[in-house]
């Protein structure tokens, strides 16, 4: 069974710094795009970031570029997302997500929560 | 960014009835791979998304046939033959096709 648990959200004020993980299990992580999407309170969802199979290849939406870094390590089936001056527009729940394809994704976490203020 | 454009927002439904929610992007969808990365979702209130259609109509396991999704281009619609208590939720479409991929606004379904 697949299964995505995201973990680290917390309360961090603006211009600190928070890493979220994301620990996989019931698939070949190594062999995954794996995604980070958020939703802010009440709000629709945005899709964050996209990290390669090999950790190589990221991308991100330009509201995060140059503040937000994806990562992994296959060997621990682990995703990150190093979250450093956030900001209060940043605030939401941020889920983990399996890319099974191209162009979507297939599993979700539950989420964690981060809350940015001060 | 392409803009996802859903309505309605807000869709009360009767059980048992058919419902549909259109969801329209401001360029085309299709890839140059020759595929559309359209995907629907359902976020049933206190939980994650949940995919329902992949590719415009590739309906996820498990996913009941009652969903359907259909649509070109630019314009496509999700569509519920008939209506149940489990189906409320939020319903978002979202594309996969230009980075960033962007989801619609969301279409609230409830219960009449």
């Known amino acids: 069974e697949v299964q995505l648990v995201e973990s680290g959200g917390d309360l961090v004020q603006p211009g600190g710094s928070l890493r979220l993980s994301c620990a996989a299990s019931?698939?070949?992580?190594?062999?995954?795009?794996m995604s980070w999407v958020r939703q802010a309170p009440g709000k629709g969802l945005e899709w964050v970031a996209n990290?390669?199979?090999?950790?190589?290849?990221?991308y991100y939406v330009d509201s995060v570029k140059g503040r937000f870094t994806v990562s992994r390590d296959n060997a621990k089936k682990s995703l990150y997302l190093d979250l450093n001056s956030p900001r209060a527009e940043d605030t939401g729940v941020y889920y983990c997500?399996?890319?099974?394809?191209?162009?979507?994704?297939?599993?979700w976490g539950q989420g964690t929560h981060v809350t940015v203020s001060s | 960014d392409v803009v996802m454009t859903q309505s309605p927002l807000s869709l009360p439904v009767t059980l048992g009835q058919p419902a549909s929610i259109s969801c329209r992007s401001n360029?085309?969808?299709?890839?140059?791979?020759?595929?559309?990365?359209l995907n629907w979702f359902q976020q049933r209130p206190g939980q994650s998304p949940r995919r329902l259609i992949y590719?415009?109509?590739d309906r996820d396991s498990g996913v009941p046939d009652r969903f359907s999704g259909s649509g070109s281009g630019t314009d496509f619609t999700l569509r519920i033959s008939r209506v149940e208590a489990d189906d409320v939720g939020v319903f978002y479409c979202?594309?996969?096709?230009?980075?960033?991929?962007?989801f619609g606004q969301g279409t609230k379904v409830e219960i009449k």
């Open positions: 019931g698939f070949t992580f190594s062999s995954y795009w």
């Open positions: 590719k415009v109509s």
């Open positions: 360029q085309s969808l299709v890839h140059s791979s020759g595929n559309t990365f």
């Open positions: 997500a399996r890319g099974g394809a191209p162009g979507t994704a297939d599993y």
């Open positions: 979202m594309q996969g096709t230009h980075w960033p991929w962007t």
């Open positions: 990290i390669k199979e090999d950790g190589i290849g990221t």
